[in-house]
């Protein structure tokens, strides 16, 4: 029997060993390091200072309204001012401060969203009138340990407008020891009413280089390393927005694993899909050169390691944008790398302002078009080719002076030539730039042979305001160029006369004497313009087919024809 009993105890369950205690959860990046003092609110200055200078006066307004896109600390400073406004200090004898201790109990309280006298709301899950009427009713009541009692309305733009209608009156004359702090991304869809009854702080996007030096802190106090290149290709993708540029850190620590290489910048472009710097380099090469298989196959390349095509245009947009900044001498960013500095500077020397220009119009064009497209990569490829293309087209301008001196424009070709250039060489993309180089134009005088090709250069070479006037308002009695005398019947001014000598004289390349006489001259060239495209209409009103038509449709009309001119 005693060993049966023996027996029937060997038969329990062997024992567990002791559970270890549960590790603490881990805390995103974004709520480990919010600020918990005005000081570590980056990007913020002027908004401190007027805080700081509020409290010091004694100042305050009832009602704060903090307006920002997200993650620039909005809830943030709500918060720091509802500690600022509470805090006792470490002898519990303190007041109003901008510098709250942080250490006594309504700080501690405030800083872990557990103060009885500080409610907190989000507007998005509590936008009906009833919400705001237990506001009401509760801010009637003292606050119970604090000195004021806060209300932190977050995204109050949700709130409806009877709720905001029911507010009103609390919130243009609440109780002394009541405080209103509203968060909103979006002011424009607050009443005007309610803006009107608050003070209002626009949270500033946070500077590229102020996110990089303080990711750089961050990546410090949590152990890891990061290139100062990956930092600021977090910095810019992060938009201004702390808490988004912390979220990317905190997803790249993570994507560099456990080897202990840290973050770098060819991990985050590839984590983001971001264009490398240099291959974008590459690209902008291979286009200014005309090399369309070369820009596709470098364009395939991106794609394939995972790039967004819209990132693609987006920087050589952003390229462009910086080799027009440097041709204005605008200083160079100190965060820019001196490869991609020599790149922008030799660029602004070789190429001119309206390749420049026509350049960002292409891009952004095509920047749109893979934005809305079906097939992003090929409607990036066409804008790619649209821009080689481009590249072979005459100036505008250039092309009305060699008509208007008789010169034959030589022929763009039908398709971009395609050598490659040289290694670390960009050849210009300039006007009328082809396989071989332009014909020279002629150096001597420009003498339009009618007034109308006058007026037509006048327009193609920047002085449209003068051609304007001179196409509706001048009636030219004769023209024999350099010379020519307009009618007294449409009176100009002396300023007038002065500024269309000086544009004839720098286009044409030669003086002019412009004279007015007391004669009816000729119609000015809109009204012949008109006189003209009358007479047509006329005569395609008069036809058998039109008149045909008409009696068939008797209310047809005719708006406009083959060979119209634009009344602009």
Same mark, same amino acid.
Request: glycine content about 8%; some cysteine.
């Given at each position: 029997m005693t060993a049966a009993m023996s027996d029937s105890f060997d038969l329990g369950e062997p024992p567990q060993p002791a559970k270890a205690p549960d590790a603490p959860a881990y805390r995103v990046l974004a709520r480990k390091y919010r600020p918990q003092t005005?000081?570590?609110?980056?990007?913020?200055?002027?908004?401190?200072?007027?805080?700081?200078?509020?409290?010091?006066?004694?100042?305050l307004a009832h009602a704060?309204?903090?307006?920002?896109?997200?993650?620039?600390?909005?809830?943030?400073?709500?918060?720091?001012?509802?500690?600022?406004?509470?805090?006792i200090g470490p002898d519990g004898d303190g007041g109003p401060t901008i510098d709250p201790c942080g250490v006594c109990e309504p700080c501690r309280a405030i800083a872990e969203g557990r103060h009885i006298d500080v409610i907190e709301m989000d507007a998005a899950s509590h936008t009906g009138v009833d919400d705001v009427r237990e506001i009401i009713d509760a801010s009637r009541y003292s606050a119970v340990t604090a000195r004021f009692k806060i209300y932190i309305i977050d995204e109050v733009h949700m709130l409806s407008k009877n709720a905001f209608n029911a507010l009103l009156k609390t919130l243009e004359e609440p109780p002394p020891h009541v405080k209103f702090l509203f968060a909103t991304t979006e002011v424009n869809k607050v009443p005007v009413t309610?803006?009107?009854?608050?003070?209002?702080?626009?949270?500033?996007?946070?500077?590229?280089?102020?996110?990089?030096?303080?990711?750089?802190?961050?990546?410090?106090?949590?152990?890891?390393?990061?290139?100062?290149?990956?930092?600021?290709?977090?910095?810019?993708?992060?938009?201004?927005?702390?808490?988004?540029?912390?979220s990317i850190l905190d997803q790249a620590i993570a994507h560099a694993g456990l080897e202990g290489g840290?973050?770098?910048?060819?991990?985050?472009?590839?984590?983001?899909?971001?264009?490398?710097?240099?291959?974008?380099?590459?690209?902008?090469?291979?286009?200014?050169?005309?090399?369309?298989?070369?820009?596709?196959?470098?364009?395939?390349?991106?794609?394939?390691?995972?790039v967004d095509p819209l990132s693609v245009l987006r920087s050589l947009l952003e390229t462009i944008h910086g080799i027009t900044l440097t041709k204005v001498g605008t200083p160079a960013d100190a965060a820019q790398p001196m490869e991609e500095r020599a790149a922008r500077e030799e660029w602004a020397a070789s190429l001119g302002y309206p390749a420049l220009h026509r350049l960002w119009q292409l891009f952004l064009k095509g920047h749109d078009e893979v934005a809305k497209?079906?097939?992003?990569?090929?409607? /990036?490829?066409? *804008?790619? =080719? $649209?821009?080689?293309?481009?590249?072979?087209?005459?100036? &505008?301008? !250039?092309?009305?002076?060699?008509?208007?001196?008789?010169a034959t424009p030589a022929a763009a070709p039908t398709a971009p030539?395609?050598?490659?250039?040289?290694?670390?060489?960009?050849?210009?993309?300039?006007?009328?730039?082809?396989?071989?180089?332009?014909?020279?134009?002629?150096?001597?005088?420009?003498?339009?042979?009618?007034?109308?090709?006058?007026?037509?250069?006048?327009?193609?070479?920047?002085?449209? /305001?003068?051609? *304007?006037? =001179? $196409?509706h308002g001048?009636?030219?009695?004769?023209?024999? &160029?350099? !010379?020519?005398?307009?009618?007294?019947?449409?009176?100009?001014?002396?300023?007038?006369?002065?500024?269309?000598?000086?544009?004839?004289?720098?286009?044409?390349?030669?003086?002019?004497?412009?004279?007015?006489?007391?004669?009816?001259?000729?119609?000015?060239l809109r009204e012949a313009q008109d006189a003209a495209d009358a007479a047509v209409r006329q005569a395609i009103l008069e036809s058998p087919i039109m008149k045909a038509a008409v009696a068939a449709f008797p209310d047809a009309q005719l708006e406009s024809w083959p060979g119209q001119r634009s009344n602009a």
């Open positions: 005005f000081s570590e609110l980056i990007g913020q200055d002027a908004m401190v200072q007027t805080l700081g200078n509020a409290i010091k006066r004694d100042r704060f309204l903090m307006t920002g896109v997200r993650g620039v600390g909005k809830t943030s400073t709500a918060r720091l001012i509802a500690k600022a406004l509470n805090c309610v803006l009107s009854r608050c003070q209002r702080f626009d949270l500033r996007r946070i500077s590229a280089e102020q996110l990089a030096k303080h990711f750089a802190w961050v990546s410090t106090e949590e152990g890891v390393t990061a290139d100062p290149e990956a930092l600021m290709l977090i910095a810019r993708a992060a938009e201004g927005s702390a808490r988004d540029g912390l840290g973050v770098t910048a060819d991990a985050v472009r590839q984590m983001l899909g971001l264009s490398d710097r240099g291959a974008v380099r590459d690209l902008l090469t291979l286009i200014l050169a005309g090399d369309g298989a070369g820009a596709l196959a470098s364009m395939r390349r991106q794609y394939d390691y995972g497209a079906a097939l992003p990569i090929e409607a /990036a490829e066409m *804008a790619l =080719l $649209r821009a080689i293309y481009a590249s072979t087209l005459p100036d &505008p301008g !250039e092309l009305a002076r060699q008509i208007a001196s008789g030539p395609p050598p490659t250039p040289p290694s670390g060489e960009a050849p210009p993309w300039n006007a009328g730039s082809a396989a071989k180089a332009p014909e020279p134009v002629a150096t001597g005088p420009i003498l339009p042979p009618t007034f109308e090709a006058l007026v037509d250069l006048l327009d193609e070479s920047g002085g449209l /305001a003068i051609a *304007a006037r =001179l $196409r001048a009636r030219v009695v004769s023209y024999s &160029p350099p !010379e020519f005398v307009l009618s007294g019947s449409r009176p100009v001014s002396a300023d007038t006369l002065a500024e269309l000598n000086t544009l004839l004289k720098s286009v044409t390349r030669t003086a002019w004497k412009v004279s007015i006489v007391d004669a009816p001259g000729e119609p000015t």
